[in-house]
């Protein structure tokens, strides 16, 4: 596989592959976040790598986690200073300034398909529908996330493939 980067003043092209520069093959998605200048390329085994203008960040920290099996990458959220990235297992905070990751946040056994950040609390959504994480709670407790269902008017059972957050509603 070949990303191709393409620098509009000058109208050059750069290829990266494993061979120089990028960590590996199987890249699963990309995302770019202008505010900080940053791709992220995320790879189908968890792992990921950070270009900036400078350098190439590898993060194996989601690759290495042996517990989890499926480390399948659904979604890429960017929101101030972090990018949350929603896997099969669960979402992981990852601080774009540090270059590591700040928190991860296990569901109980259903994948993270999207996600979304709004006024400091983070939107899941899954398999078995949204979850609000609010900010204050220790969210490591998957019980302290709030399933959205019909005190906000969804069905009791559903499920959410995507998110958006749009004119000031979710």
Do not use: C
């Not at 968890?46 to 480390?71: C, F, H, M, Q, W």
């Not at 990018?83 to 774009?96: C, M, P, R």
């Not at 078995?128 to 998957?142: A, H, K, M, W």
Request: glycine share 6%.
């Amino acid at each position: 596989q070949i990303l191709v980067i393409y620098d509009k003043e000058e109208g050059s092209t750069e290829r990266l592959d494993k061979n120089n520069g990028l960590t590996q093959v199987g890249i699963k998605l990309v995302k770019y976040y202008p505010e900080k200048s940053l791709l992220i390329v995320a790879y189908d085994n968890g792992n990921l790598d950070l270009i900036t203008e400078d350098a190439i960040i590898n993060i194996s920290d989601v690759k290495r986690y042996p517990l989890v099996s499926d480390k399948t990458i659904k979604h890429i959220h960017f929101q101030g200073n972090f990018a949350y990235l929603s896997y099969s297992f669960g979402l992981v905070q990852l601080d774009v300034l540090n270059y590591e990751i700040a928190n991860s946040y296990f569901t109980d056994n259903f994948d993270v398909n999207a996600s979304s950040v709004i006024d400091d609390v983070i939107y899941m959504s899954t398999d078995d529908g949204i979850y609000q994480g609010n900010p204050g709670t220790n969210l490591n407790d998957f019980t302290k996330w709030i399933r959205h269902s019909t005190d906000q008017n969804l069905s009791l059972n559903y499920s959410s493939s995507a998110m958006e957050f749009f004119d000031g509603k979710l």
